[in-house]
T-cell receptor, first 111, second 113 residues
Framework: RKEVEQDPGPFNVPEGATVAFNCTYSNSASQSFFWYRQDCRKEPKLLMSVYSSGNEDGRFTAQLNRASQYISLLIRDSKLSDSATYLCVVIEYSGNTPLVFGKGTRLSVIA | NAGVTQTPKFQVLKTGQSMTLQCAQDMNHNSMYWYRQDPGMGLRLIYYSASEGTTDKGEVPNGYNVSRLNKREFSLRLESAAPSQTSVYFC????????????FGDGTRLSIL
């Protein structure tokens, strides 16, 4: 299986903190990257795409480092509602598995 | 807008029984997928359908069959359920299966005794 690796956590952070997760991928031919969020016992939901130049959506910043083959997600000013599991997703244009999920990083924001 | 709808939401089967999980999307998406999610394993692709009339195996297809009935519907069948198939099953859809991010149904929790 093509490897997409994430630190499972949990990351326990206080409200207002800044937290960052990385996701490494093994296939240098990987083309597209995304971050999903999954709440306990719910379906995954798209959080944001990851562009080569990096992109920001409010408190969330995603970055891609092709040379070192990882993507990152930075969350600033953490809220209790940010508590969830964050899944990275890597898409390739070849092979049986068009889209590969990481196993996720669990974040718990504490009051 | 319902998005991706899965039925049933919960099911308990005995080993050897058969069952079909239903999935329908109302977003006119071309591509549809079936995943299973197990603790510590993440989401794994079972089968996908890049467009109406086509289906392809994913990472873990053994023990399953699929039918892309029309553009809206993509069903997953377990012919002879085994305890190893106890899992949460998610259906997803996207406009372009290899590039666009996907929309998920809210899952079917299946237990095989």
């Amino acid at each position: 299986r093509k490897e997409v690796e994430q630190d499972p956590g949990p990351f326990n952070v206080p409200e207002g903190a800044t937290v960052a997760f990385n996701c490494t991928y093994s296939n240098s031919a990987s083309q597209s990257f995304f971050w999903y969020r999954q709440d306990c016992r719910k379906e995954p939901k798209l959080l944001m795409s990851v562009y080569s130049s990096g992109n920001e959506d409010g408190r969330f910043t995603a970055q891609l480092n092709r040379a070192s083959q990882y993507i990152s997600l930075l969350i600033r000013d953490s809220k209790l509602s940010d508590s969830a599991t964050y899944l990275c997703v890597v898409i390739e244009y070849s092979g049986n598995t068009p889209l590969v999920f990481g196993k996720g990083t669990r974040l718990s924001v504490i009051a | 807008n319902a998005g991706v709808t899965q039925t049933p939401k919960f099911q308990v089967l005995k080993t050897g029984q058969s069952m079909t999980l239903q999935c329908a999307q109302d977003m006119n998406h071309n591509s549809m997928y079936w995943y299973r999610q197990d603790p510590g394993m993440g989401l794994r692709l079972i089968y996908y359908s890049a467009s109406e009339g086509t289906t392809d195996k994913g990472e873990v297809p053994n023990g399953y069959n699929v039918s892309r009935l029309n553009k809206r519907e993509f069903s997953l069948r377990l012919e002879s359920a085994a305890p190893s198939q106890t899992s949460v099953y998610f259906c997803a859809s996207s406009e372009n299966g290899e590039v666009q991010p996907q929309h998920f149904g809210d899952g079917t929790r299946l237990s095989i005794l």
